[in-house]
């Protein structure tokens, strides 16, 4: 049986669960909208902060998330942005498997950020530990400004993480440095072991430096065997280092 949690609008600094340290499964996340309040620090803003275990079959549709800057004069805001990871998941740790998401916003900025930040329509910031396989994501829009690592399923991906069976369709993003379609940076990725079996398809990318229709920055070794990959119409745009 499935579980709706649906019709959530807050305005807060703070992620909707924090931290979830089980199994996430058979839930689906529907018309949902976050907005950051002020400029208090929050290192991750989203759904979930960070999903400490697996997540498997959990539908994310119509979601808005939105940590992006205000000034103080904006009507019911104090500012905004001061945020390291903004996503539905902000970090993982665990594997993420059999994830359908359709209709996410998320819009950050670099307003108050000196560290490593990521921005995403699923995961940040993707912990060795995890993994993702049979993801599929479509209408998807993301507005980074000058942040850094944006990807429309993860941000960064640290160490061996797997990527398999993702499909991203009827996507545009909007971003800074360390910019790809599926990851804006891959850590170490050995692909066609690692990575295998990538659709994206009808999408937008731009940004102004290492921007890719699949990788923003990677670190490829090994060969492609066995990874029959597809990108079909996806507009690549940037100053350096695009491809």
């Given at each position: 049986?499935?579980?709706?949690?649906?019709?959530?609008?807050?305005?807060?600094?703070?992620?909707?669960?924090?931290?979830?340290?089980?199994?996430?499964?058979?839930?689906?996340?529907?018309?949902?909208?976050?907005?950051?309040?002020?400029?208090?620090?929050?290192?991750?803003?989203?759904?979930?902060?960070?999903?400490?275990?697996?997540?498997?079959?959990?539908?994310?549709?119509?979601?808005?998330?939105?940590?992006?800057?205000?000034?103080?004069?904006?009507?019911?805001?104090?500012?905004?942005?001061?945020?390291?990871?903004?996503?539905?998941?902000?970090?993982?740790?665990?594997?993420?498997?059999?994830?359908?998401?359709?209709?996410?916003?998320?819009?950050?900025?670099?307003?108050?950020?000196?560290?490593?930040?990521?921005?995403?329509?699923?995961?940040?910031?993707?912990?060795?530990?995890?993994?993702?396989?049979?993801?599929?994501?479509?209408?998807?829009?993301?507005?980074?400004g000058?942040?850094?690592?944006?990807?429309?399923?993860?941000?960064?991906?640290?160490?061996?993480?797997?990527?398999?069976?993702?499909?991203?369709?009827?996507?545009?993003?909007?971003?800074?440095?360390?910019?790809?379609?599926?990851?804006?940076?891959?850590?170490?990725?050995?692909?066609?072991?690692t990575?295998?079996?990538?659709?994206?398809?009808?999408?937008?990318?731009?940004?102004?430096?290492?921007?890719?229709g699949?990788?923003?920055?990677?670190?490829?070794?090994?060969?492609?065997?066995?990874?029959?990959?597809?990108?079909?119409?996806?507009?690549?745009?940037?100053?350096?280092?695009?491809?």
């Amino acid at each position: 049986n499935w579980v709706r949690i649906k019709g959530i609008n807050r305005v807060t600094n703070f992620p909707m669960i924090a931290t979830a340290y089980g199994r996430i499964s058979n839930i689906k996340f529907e018309n949902i909208e976050l907005e950051k309040l002020d400029r208090t620090k929050t290192r991750n803003f989203g759904i979930i902060g960070h999903a400490a275990g697996n997540v498997s079959n959990v539908r994310f549709t119509d979601i808005v998330i939105d940590s992006s800057y205000r000034d103080e004069y904006t009507a019911g805001r104090h500012g905004g942005g001061y945020t390291n990871n903004v996503a539905l998941i902000s970090m993982l740790s665990g594997a993420a498997s059999n994830v359908k998401i359709d209709g996410v916003y998320v819009q950050a900025d670099a307003t108050g950020v000196t560290s490593t930040n990521t921005t995403s329509a699923f995961v940040g910031y993707s912990n060795s530990t995890a993994s993702f396989n049979n993801i599929e994501a479509k209408n998807i829009s993301i507005l980074s400004g000058d942040r850094y690592y944006t990807g429309g399923i993860v941000g960064y991906m640290n160490g061996a993480t797997k990527l398999t069976g993702i499909t991203l369709t009827d996507f545009a993003i909007f971003a800074n440095v360390d910019a790809g379609g599926v990851a804006g940076y891959a850590a170490a990725t050995t692909y066609g072991r690692t990575m295998n079996n990538i659709i994206v398809k009808d999408g937008f990318m731009i940004g102004r430096v290492r921007v890719g229709g699949v990788i923003g920055q990677g670190y490829l070794v090994n060969s492609t065997d066995a990874s029959p990959s597809v990108v079909d119409n996806v507009f690549v745009m940037g100053d350096y280092h695009v491809g």
